[in-house]
């Protein structure tokens, strides 16, 4: 199996203001209800774009200057909840191809890095300034360089933090863990061996 | 690997003198080797599947010519879209029909044991487990669900993952993982009466916030968890990752052995005794290390209740909904985003405000002991005429056995509805879904906005005892003033 070597994003950037985002909020549980991923992008936020009948609340995701957006910025704690991938994988159907954020719930982190959608971490300060930046430009390119850690907007960088694991997993090409694992076969059976003797 | 270091990776696990905990005992044993990302490949004895995160897991692996490497080591059941009122099939929802078909034609396919509703064991996958004996000390037992880390109530190390791991584990029964820390939580003292596991566990979130547990396991210990029996220990262990925590566990003991004692999946005869032997040698030693340790007194805890849209939103029922100023600067925004929310008032008590749906059921709180000790308390009440009631058990056992005990007949005369197992309206995924604004007094883990299938919905979760306080009064009630009197 072979993968992208993921070493940059870059693109535009919608900012979803707020902290403890769950992932019943990233994708409604009635959504769900599906055999496949695919088509989930016009899922994503669901309840917070769009109103009862379905008419749009003028949500980020849905201005026109951010339709393009490859960059999706927000809180503390992002992704909280359910171990449902239907959420990075309903973001990613959208468009989103990094995250940045103040930091990230476990499985939600675990699940994106799988995807190939590296989640960087900044500061508060360092993110409210980045949302003023984009209110003012929503044209405004970012650049995330896993291979620097930095992220490059208008003329300057900002140094960022993401797990070396996840990292290496992305820049490496092997974000994808099942072909690592399979290489692993002999070793995975004296494990089970010896898990199967244990009493 | 060598077989040299296979020998002495187990005699590890039994070395005493390593003051080792027993995330790191079972973690050690489990690790087929270290990935080039740093990451550990992790050996997973048990993988529990539902209908809703492993189709497209399937669907994987047939795509890449795979196959199930254990299959064996998977159960599979249906619970998350189940209808409660009837199982008449076609379901109704052409989506979920779909769904159960798709479950039941990969396991067939691929050789996994599937327990349907025709098998009489159909249920919450975090009920079905344990009674069927599947979960197990030291076991990795993994599944596409949060709630997964319920199973470390038996000493395991239990944790939900992503569809991608799904099928990680189905083509190797392994996963890429980093290690996690462990705070050991220690609860002591005897809880005050009206106050359960459920509140236990809403007060520890509360303490230590809902990302308080990112990058750690729970180790639950001390003398108020070590009086729980094994489902209040469930219902403990169930919420660790509302509280951030991936992983939560209690240590085994005599409770935990004697739970599993004959069941249908426990080791029988001679395997049995070695078998006790090895789980009791996996304990946390009494030296142990930790990350990080947190002490709680029992007397402390009240019962609680959530005013919020997350679970670390909790409060005392005696005390008053907080105001911006009593809550952590980082806490303020989603304090007043929370309010509005759920049309709440700070300085305000909760008790009082009026509910229209009362829940009673998930794979928090929809075992046989939570029903019966609901059941002592609702005989010869009535619901309020303005809330509808649901009692749903988790699983068609813990169903069976309610009705073995008359239980049913207890709820129904009090107006509650008597439904099939499922996971319900803890996320609404089959038609039990709240409408419009109504609230809910919920038994479930999850208070986020629109979590119980109306976008505008709103839920306060507390123990099932205090929900059906809130059934028989029409609003949130402290359950020891109605019931005591």
């Known amino acids: 199996m072979s993968l992208n070597k993921i070493t940059k994003v870059q693109g535009t950037a919608v900012y979803v203001s707020g902290d403890d985002i769950d992932t019943d909020r990233i994708i409604p549980a009635r959504f769900m209800k599906c055999v496949t991923f695919d088509g989930l992008g016009q899922y994503a936020f669901y309840d917070v774009r769009f109103d009862e009948n379905g008419n749009s609340k003028d949500h980020p995701m849905d201005k026109a200057e951010h339709k393009e957006a490859t960059i999706l910025i927000s809180g503390k704690n992002f992704g909280c909840g359910s171990s449902r991938e239907h959420a990075p994988q309903s973001l990613y159907h959208w468009g989103i191809r990094a995250i940045i954020a103040e930091s990230y719930a476990e499985i939600f982190f675990g699940n994106c890095t799988m995807l190939g959608i590296p989640c960087i971490t900044l500061s508060k300060e360092q993110i409210e300034k980045i949302a003023v930046l984009i209110q003012k430009n929503p044209s405004l390119n970012l650049e995330i360089d896993l291979m620097t850690n930095k992220l490059f907007l208008d003329t300057e960088s900002i140094e960022f933090q993401i797990p070396e694991s996840s990292k290496l997993s992305l820049m490496e090409g092997r974000w994808d863990s099942l072909g690592e694992l399979l290489d692993g076969k002999d070793a995975i059976k004296l494990t089970a061996k010896k898990l199967e003797s244990a009493y | 690997m060598d077989m040299d270091k296979v020998d002495i990776s187990v005699n590890i696990s039994k070395d005493k003198k390593l003051n080792k905990n027993l995330f790191n005992k079972v973690w050690d044993s489990h690790a087929v080797k270290t990935l080039s990302s740093g990451q550990t490949q992790l050996f997973i004895d048990l993988h529990l599947i539902h209908e809703v995160t492993s189709p497209q897991a399937f669907g994987m692996l047939r795509s890449s010519s795979l196959d199930v490497m254990y299959p064996n080591k998977t159960f599979a059941t249906v619970d998350h879209i189940i209808p409660t009122d009837t199982r008449q099939r076609p379901f109704q929802d052409s989506l979920a029909e779909d769904m159960i078909v798709a479950i039941k034609k990969n396991c067939e396919e691929f050789g996994i044991k599937f327990f349907g509703v025709e098998t009489g064991d159909q249920g919450i996958v975090h009920v079905v487990g344990p009674e069927k004996g599947l979960t197990q000390p030291g076991m990795t037992i993994v599944c596409g669900d949060s709630h997964t880390s319920t199973h470390g109530a038996f000493g395991s190390i239990a944790f939900g993952i992503g569809t991608s791991q799904v099928r990680d584990v189905l083509a190797t029964q392994t996963l890429a993982i980093n290690r996690l820390k462990v705070r050991r939580i220690n609860v002591n003292g005897d809880l005050k009466p009206g106050v359960y596991a459920k509140d236990v566990i809403l007060h520890i979130i509360k303490k230590l916030g809902v990302k308080g547990g990112i990058g750690y396991a729970y180790e639950y210990g001390g003398s108020t968890i070590e009086n729980m029996n094994m489902e209040e220990r469930m219902t403990l262990c169930n919420?660790?990752?509302?509280?951030?925590?991936?992983?939560?566990?209690?240590?085994?003991?005599?409770?935990?052995?004697?739970?599993?004692?004959?069941?249908?999946?426990?080791?029988?005869?001679?395997?049995?005794?070695?078998?006790?032997?090895?789980?009791?040698?996996?304990?946390?030693?009494?030296?142990?290390?930790?990350?990080?340790?947190?002490?709680?007194?029992?007397?402390?805890?009240?019962?609680?209740?959530?005013?919020?849209?997350?679970?670390?939103?909790?409060?005392?029922?005696?005390?008053?909904?907080?105001?911006?100023?009593?809550?952590?600067?980082?806490?303020?925004?989603?304090?007043?985003?929370?309010?509005?929310?759920?049309?709440?008032?700070?300085?305000?008590?909760?008790?009082?405000?009026?509910?229209?749906?009362?829940?009673?059921?998930?794979?928090?709180?929809?075992?046989?002991?939570?029903?019966?000790?609901?059941?002592?308390?609702?005989?010869?009440?009535?619901?309020?005429?303005?809330?509808?009631?649901?009692?749903?058990?988790?699983?068609?056992?813990?169903?069976?056995?309610?009705?073995?005990?008359?239980?049913?007949?207890?709820?129904?005369?009090?107006?509650?509805?008597?439904?099939?197992?499922?996971?319900?309206?803890?996320?609404?995924?089959?038609?039990?879904?709240?409408?419009?604004?109504?609230?809910?007094?919920?038994?479930?883990?999850?208070?986020?906005?629109?979590?119980?299938?109306?976008?505008?919905?709103?839920?306060?979760?507390?123990?099932?005892?205090?929900?059906?306080?809130?059934?028989?009064?029409?609003?949130?009630?402290?359950?020891?003033?109605?019931?005591?009197?």
């Open chain 2, 239 to 485: 919420m660790s990752i509302e509280g951030g925590a991936r992983v939560g566990y209690v240590n085994p003991d005599q409770k935990t052995f004697d739970y599993l004692k004959d069941r249908e999946y426990s080791p029988k005869g001679e395997k049995w005794q070695k078998a006790v032997e090895y789980w009791k040698s996996l304990a946390s030693d009494s030296d142990a290390e930790y990350d990080d340790i947190v002490n709680i007194e029992a007397v402390e805890i009240a019962p609680t209740v959530t005013w919020g849209i997350n679970p670390g939103q909790a409060m005392s029922i005696e005390d008053l909904i907080p105001s911006e100023n009593e809550v952590k600067e980082e806490d303020k925004l989603t304090l007043k985003e929370a309010l509005e929310y759920m049309d709440l008032k700070e300085h305000q008590p909760i008790a009082g405000t009026k509910i229209d749906v009362a829940f009673i059921g998930s794979c928090t709180n929809g075992r046989l002991s939570d029903l019966e000790e609901v059941a002592k308390y609702v005989k010869g009440q009535k619901v309020s005429s303005k809330v509808k009631a649901l009692v749903v058990p988790g699983s068609m056992r813990v169903k069976l056995e309610a009705e073995n005990k008359g239980l049913d007949k207890v709820f129904e005369e009090a107006g509650f509805e008597w439904r099939e197992a499922g996971c319900s309206m803890c996320l609404a995924m089959n038609p039990d879904k709240l409408q419009g604004r109504q609230l809910c007094a919920s038994s479930s883990n999850r208070n986020f906005k629109g979590r119980q299938g109306s976008p505008s919905g709103r839920t306060v979760l507390m123990s099932p005892v205090m929900v059906a306080a809130a059934a028989i009064t029409g609003e949130i009630t402290d359950a020891r003033k109605l019931f005591n009197e």
